[in-house]
């Protein structure tokens, strides 16, 4: 039987060898595209002046077909999208369809807002914390895979076409809805972001890479409130914005505020000094500071041999 100082030289040594580190030190935020980054839905900056199609003609059929079959609206969109593609003669491969993205707007200060934001993390937690940017759109992954500000993001989860032999869209890969959003959410969270790889797994939280308390999703309206919801519930973070000097989307945005599904709303002015941007940082210091309570708690156990 071994005595009481040999158990304890034996778990001090375990410890001075235990090498593991805290690996919960980044900081997600997650946005929807079109409404939140852009004022319009990215299709009215691209494909349909591509297709010489009027936006509200388009979304107008869109509407229609939903109703009268009781389809998806998204499936609706993605075909009606390839059968006037067809009908106008227009190839739109992967290349032509990344390249029309150099026509999409952004909101005011959008492509200066993530160098000013990984530099404020850098900053504010001593260079400790690192922070990833991921976009969660029901648009079209084509698309925004050409967008200019694509670089700075870790990964974008969109809707997919299927591209034949001849380079040309035919079917839908992959579709994103207000509710399927949330999956990605959860890839995140759990670092699994590839589609074939699966999430439903338990996975301890202690396991997780990114939890949800480390994760902010800023988006504008009803399409976001599943991803909000999910997000908020499970101990992270959300922010709704809305058009600058809209006062539809404000009044939009207060109910979400009023009955609890973000915890800030602002204007989608990305600009230095914006109110987006100082509640941003309000909430990014919070969320640092998480971070360094568990990476001390984790020191500590780890101290005294006491990680799972």
Same mark, same amino acid.
């Given at each position: 039987m071994q005595s009481n100082y040999a158990v304890r030289l034996k778990k001090k040594e375990k410890s001075m060898t235990d090498k593991r580190r805290f690996a919960q030190n980044c900081i997600a935020i997650v946005y929807d595209f079109d409404g939140t980054l852009s004022p319009q839905p990215m299709q009215e900056y691209t494909v349909l002046p591509e297709l010489g199609v009027p936006a509200k003609e388009f979304?107008?059929?869109?509407?229609?077909?939903?109703?009268?079959?009781e389809s998806e609206a998204m499936l609706a969109y993605m075909r009606l999208l390839i059968e006037k593609a067809e009908e106008k003669k227009v190839h739109l491969g992967r290349k032509e369809?990344?390249? *029309?993205?150099?026509?999409?707007?952004?909101?005011?200060?959008?492509?200066?807002?993530? &160098?000013?934001?990984?530099?404020?993390?850098?900053?504010?937690?001593?260079?400790?914390?690192? /922070?990833?940017?991921y976009i969660i759109s029901a648009g079209m992954k084509e698309i925004l895979e050409g967008v200019s500000?694509?670089?700075?993001?870790?990964?974008?989860?969109?809707?997919?076409?299927?591209?034949?032999?001849?380079? /040309?869209? /035919?079917?839908?890969?992959? *579709?994103?809805?207000?509710?399927?959003?949330?999956?990605?959410?959860?890839?995140?969270?759990?670092? @699994?972001?590839?589609?074939?790889?699966?999430?439903? @797994?338990?996975?301890?939280?202690?396991?997780?890479?990114?939890?949800?308390?480390?994760?902010?999703?800023?988006?504008?309206?009803?399409?976001?409130?599943?991803s909000m919801t999910v997000t908020k519930q499970s101990g992270g973070h959300s922010i709704a914005v809305y058009k600058p000097g809209s006062s539809t989307g404000l009044k939009g945005c207060k109910s979400l505020l009023e009955v609890g599904r973000v915890?800030?709303?602002?204007?989608?002015?990305?600009?230095?000094?914006?109110?987006?941007?100082?509640?941003?940082?309000?909430?990014?210091?919070?969320?640092?500071?998480?971070? &360094?309570?568990?990476?001390?708690?984790?020191?500590?156990?780890?101290?005294? &041999?006491? *990680?799972?």
């Amino acid at each position: 039987m071994q005595s009481n100082y040999a158990v304890r030289l034996k778990k001090k040594e375990k410890s001075m060898t235990d090498k593991r580190r805290f690996a919960q030190n980044c900081i997600a935020i997650v946005y929807d595209f079109d409404g939140t980054l852009s004022p319009q839905p990215m299709q009215e900056y691209t494909v349909l002046p591509e297709l010489g199609v009027p936006a509200k003609e388009f979304w107008k059929l869109v509407n229609k077909e939903t109703k009268s079959s009781e389809s998806e609206a998204m499936l609706a969109y993605m075909r009606l999208l390839i059968e006037k593609a067809e009908e106008k003669k227009v190839h739109l491969g992967r290349k032509e369809l990344a390249a *029309l993205a150099s026509e999409i707007k952004y909101f005011s200060g959008v492509e200066t807002w993530f &160098d000013r934001i990984n530099m404020f993390v850098k900053n504010q937690s001593n260079n400790k914390t690192k /922070v990833e940017h991921y976009i969660i759109s029901a648009g079209m992954k084509e698309i925004l895979e050409g967008v200019s500000i694509r670089k700075f993001f870790k990964n974008i989860f969109a809707s997919e076409y299927h591209f034949n032999h001849h380079g /040309v869209a /035919v079917f839908p890969k992959q *579709l994103i809805t207000d509710t399927t959003k949330t999956q990605f959410l959860f890839r995140i969270n759990k670092g @699994k972001q590839k589609l074939v790889e699966s999430i439903n @797994k338990h996975m301890p939280e202690h396991e997780r890479p990114i939890p949800f308390s480390n994760i902010i999703y800023i988006g504008d309206g009803l399409t976001d409130v599943p991803s909000m919801t999910v997000t908020k519930q499970s101990g992270g973070h959300s922010i709704a914005v809305y058009k600058p000097g809209s006062s539809t989307g404000l009044k939009g945005c207060k109910s979400l505020l009023e009955v609890g599904r973000v915890h800030f709303i602002a204007s989608a002015d990305y600009s230095e000094n914006s109110s987006l941007e100082k509640r941003m940082k309000l909430l990014l210091k919070s969320v640092i500071s998480s971070i &360094d309570y568990k990476r001390e708690l984790f020191s500590c156990r780890r101290e005294n &041999d006491l *990680l799972p």
